[in-house]
């Protein structure tokens, strides 16, 4: 967003952490940013940090490693093992909301002075993590200025809950100081946005839906990945139990077995990080089944590669979580797919992305848990492929189709005039508050 603010005569300064040891960074995307964009990182305050020095000592060598080793040794060993799970434990009680909490609170003076010094006249957060909307409440109350809050995700609304009673309590009262607090909210689905208006209608004072989108800059050059002549169908992003290849396996591996489908004619690419637990039991399917060959885990890729993953496929794979909540998300891959122009294979609940892709005409959607259904749906696409027929669903995306209002650049005119919109009420009713 902050790439395409600048034409809309936008000055834009973003403040933001320094890295985390475990942080995903992937360069090509921070290259992207214009130089006229002014970034700021605070020193990060990571309470995770300091775990580390409670892991148990590495394991000798072990011709003589209980001779070597000392009484006091073998006690800290066994300290650190015993401490560092109640460690873990207490920090789910007390990094409230997240643990960028004291990250937030050590940078509010940072970002007073930035505020008032750069004279910046709207505060955007953007979370997760959800403890950026506190900071900008603090700065909100401290400078005067502006603030609209943005939630990629619900807050405690969300299908991942701690389920710590208290906690979601006092985790609601910060929300609804945010909502009460902000001069805007902004959210990124019409579901979402109907959650926050039920349940904090009578204090939000202005609510907006601006989709999450695709940016059509990052395709262009794109190489795709060599095709082998096989129907290939891709998948890039994040899986883990409650979003699972699992029953996509079974379904292509029954097809496989009552002959529909030729082993030897089709692979599967999985790109990106998989969950412990999820890469072993995908693993475990991959030989039960006997898929050996025709399913490829290629790991987390840099940006643009996986991009050209996508373009070298047939069918693109949208594999969403399997919980009847999860209706309200829409799968930020979905937008990512939209340019590829491939057909895609949505496995998603009813709901949001559902109507996007039977809307906009983007491929066939199925129950994440409809083996039958998804048989079907990828026998057909196979099918297309090897009569030399259209795939349904396919022709790039374009502003004649309507999806114009995925597009980054449209969303940062939307953020821009919303933005136009607060000042000029600010300004009729008296200016900003010293």
């Known amino acids: 967003m902050a790439r395409y603010l600048g034409e809309y005569d936008c000055d834009v ?14 360069t090509s995307l921070l290259n992207e940013v214009p130089p006229s964009v002014k970034v700021i990182r605070s020193r990060d305050v990571d309470p995770y940090r300091w775990l580390h020095r409670l892991r148990p000592p590495a394991a000798a060598a072990p011709q003589d490693a209980a001779a070597r080793a000392s009484l006091g040794r073998r006690l800290a060993g066994s300290m650190t093992h015993r401490l560092r799970p109640p460690a873990l434990k207490l920090l789910q009680y007390t ?15 940072l970002g007073e002075r930035l505020i008032r010094e750069a004279g910046i006249d709207v505060i955007f957060t953007t979370s997760y993590p959800y403890s950026v909307h506190l900071l900008g409440y603090r700065l909100k109350r401290r400078t005067g200025a502006l ?9 405690t609304q969300n299908i991942h809950r701690s389920g710590i009673a208290w906690r979601e309590r006092l985790e609601e009262r910060l929300e609804r100081r945010v909502m009460a607090g902000a001069d805007a909210i902004t959210t990124v689905t ?39 002549g096989r129907f290939t169908a891709a998948y890039t992003g994040l899986l883990y139990p409650k979003r699972s290849p699992r029953v996509l396996l079974e379904a292509v591996g029954e097809l496989i ?49 996986a991009l050209g993953v996508l373009k070298g496929a047939d069918a693109l794979l949208l594999v969403g979580d399997t919980a009847p909540e999860a209706g309200a998300y829409i799968p930020g891959k979905l937008f990512e797919y939209m340019p590829v122009g491939r057909p895609i294979l949505a496995l998603v609940v009813p709901g949001e992305a559902q109507r996007i892709v039977e809307k906009y005409a983007l491929g066939r959607v199925v129950h994440p848990l409809d083996k039958e259904g998804i048989k079907q749906a990828y026998w057909e696409m196979y099918r297309a492929w090897k009569d030399g027929r259209a795939l349904s669903g396919t022709g790039p995306a374009s502003p004649a ?15 821009a005039r919303l933005m136009g919109e607060l000042l000029d009420a600010q300004t009729t009713s008296g200016g900003r508050p010293a």
């Open 13 to 26: 300064w973003v403040l933001t952490r320094e890295p985390r040891p475990n942080d995903i960074i992937d």
């Open 95 to 109: 990094a409230i909301p997240d643990d960028f909490y004291w990250w937030a609170r050590a940078t509010a003076p």
């Open 147 to 155: 603030w609209i809050a943005d939630f990629r995700d619900p807050w």
């Open 190 to 228: 019409p579901s979402f946005a109907a959650g926050f208006r039920a349940k904090y209608g009578d204090v939000i004072k202005r609510l907006e839906v601006i989709y999450n989108g695709f940016d059509p800059a990052d395709y262009a050059g794109i190489t795709p990945f060599p095709h082998d």
């Open 257 to 305: 077995a009552e002959g529909k489908v030729r082993r030897g004619e089709i692979v599967l690419r999985f790109a990106g990080r998989f969950a412990t637990d999820t890469l072993l039991e995908t693993r475990a399917c991959v030989e039960r089944l006997g898929l050996g060959g025709a399913v490829e885990i290629m790991g987390e890729l840099a940006h643009r590669e």
């Open 401 to 415: 189709t309507g999806v114009e209002i995925f597009d980054r650049r449209y969303q940062a005119g939307q953020l």
